[in-house]
């Protein structure tokens, strides 16, 4: 939503249909129809492949394959042999069941063939909300933005989460955080997105903790995905400054693991943005329960068992110089101005899992 020159809100949002509850994945079948879809390729990484199957059999005939080979990152290879597959055996719709990866893989497949997706999401990274794709080759990763790869229906099932380790619902949630505090100092956040970042972050930060204390919480699974789906919502349609920048680089370059990197890095970005996001840094703090987001975010962190150091998730103190030159190259729009001297604190805070600090 924007003010156009008539001085008028206008609200341009775009959104995937939503099916959420528990058990809803009974109603996939169903949500195929709607989409007058019968020959369904279904995507899941090799680990995960009992879900392909489960989907497999729910929807009978209306299977057409099982492609499980889905990988972090979407590599352009696989998502090749993917596209492939789809043309090969004339699927009309794609269904991916799983995190970001498999997802991005669906989005690779649509990206090529508009063919419609269905999202059945398992982690809380939030990406089957967004129109946003990215695909990796030769350690390169693009990312763009193109409405044929948002999903057309997404089928959240909190139950289908009950096998995500605390580690992960941790880290994954938290990259879903990242997009909600991102999108309330974004140049083009409205009170629409703004109120789903306040409403995810609240969700996720009462329902993490009470994940890890008991990974069979069921409430406090439907918590987290009801709070991934909002967090989502705002990436999908709120611009990301400098902590979405900061982690494409870091994953680009040093090979880190997304969702920590996200999880290690989010209190610094929002410690080097406070001053110029006041506002937006009380939203933060206030959804969170504390009286300072980025101490606040770093202690949840930390009390939740995930990782707060770049050195202990695979980076080296020496390519701190290299992701400063490259993180400064292209600008983009970010409260602070970006710059390489506060960049190096920033980092280098984030390197030793140092608290987070606004003189960065
Ligand atoms: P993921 O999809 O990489 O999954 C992490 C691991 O958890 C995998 O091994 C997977 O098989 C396993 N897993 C997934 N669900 C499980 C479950 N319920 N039980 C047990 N194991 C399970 O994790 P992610 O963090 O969701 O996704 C990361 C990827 O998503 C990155 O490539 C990132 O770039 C992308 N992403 C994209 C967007 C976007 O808007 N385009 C947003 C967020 C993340």
Redesign the pocket.
């Known amino acids: 939503m924007e003010r156009n020159s008539n001085g008028e809100w206008v609200f341009g949002g775009q959104i995937p249909r939503i099916v959420f509850g528990i058990d809803s994945l009974q109603h996939l079948p169903r949500e195929m129809a709607l989409l007058d879809a019968t020959r369904a390729l279904v995507l899941c990484?090799s680990?995960?492949r009992e879900n392909g199957e489960r989907i497999a059999a729910l929807i009978g005939d209306r299977c057409v394959g099982i492609f499980d080979e889905a990988e972090?990152?979407?590599p352009v290879v696989i998502a090749k042999k993917a596209v492939a597959k789809a043309a090969e055996l004339a699927a009309d719709c794609v269904i991916a069941i799983?995190?970001?990866?498999?997802?991005?893989l669906a989005?690779a497949i649509a990206l090529e063939s508009s063919l419609p997706v269905i999202a059945i999401p398992?982690?809380?990274?939030?990406?089957e909300m967004?129109p946003?794709?990215?695909m990796t080759e030769s350690g390169c990763k693009t990312?763009g933005k193109d409405v044929r790869v948002l999903p057309r229906t997404v089928l959240y099932d909190p139950s289908?989460?009950l096998?995500?380790?605390a580690g992960?619902s941790v880290?994954?949630g938290i990259?879903a955080m990242a997009?909600a505090c991102e999108g309330l100092y974004a140049a083009d956040a409205n009170p629409i997105t703004s109120m789903w970042a306040v409403e995810g972050l609240r969700a996720l930060t009462d329902g993490l903790p009470r994940v890890v204390r008991n990974t069979a919480d069921i409430d406090a699974r439907s918590e987290c995905l009801y709070g991934a789906w909002l967090c989502?919502a705002v990436?999908?349609n709120a611009s990301v400054g400098l902590h979405h920048k900061l982690c494409h680089t870091l994953g680009g370059t040093c090979n880190l693991p997304?969702?920590e990197t996200h999880t290690v890095v989010l209190p610094h970005a929002l410690a080097y943005n406070a001053a110029f996001a006041p506002e937006a840094l009380r939203q933060i703090a206030d959804a969170l329960g504390v009286t300072d987001a980025p101490q606040g975010l770093f202690d949840l962190a930390k009390s939740l068992g995930a990782p707060t150091a770049l050195k202990d998730i695979g980076m080296q103190e020496n390519d701190i110089d290299r992701c400063v030159e490259i993180a400064v190259q292209n600008p983009y729009a970010n409260p602070a101005p970006i710059e390489a001297k506060r960049l190096r604190v920033l980092l280098e805070n984030a390197y030793h899992g140092r608290r987070p600090s606004s003189a960065a």
Not at 122 to 127: A, E, M, N
């Open positions: 990484t680990s995960r972090m990152h979407v799983g995190g970001g990866s498999t997802i991005g989005k398992t982690t809380y990274s939030g990406s967004t946003i794709f990215g990312t289908l989460t096998a995500l380790r992960v880290t994954s990259n997009h989502g990436l999908g997304h969702a």
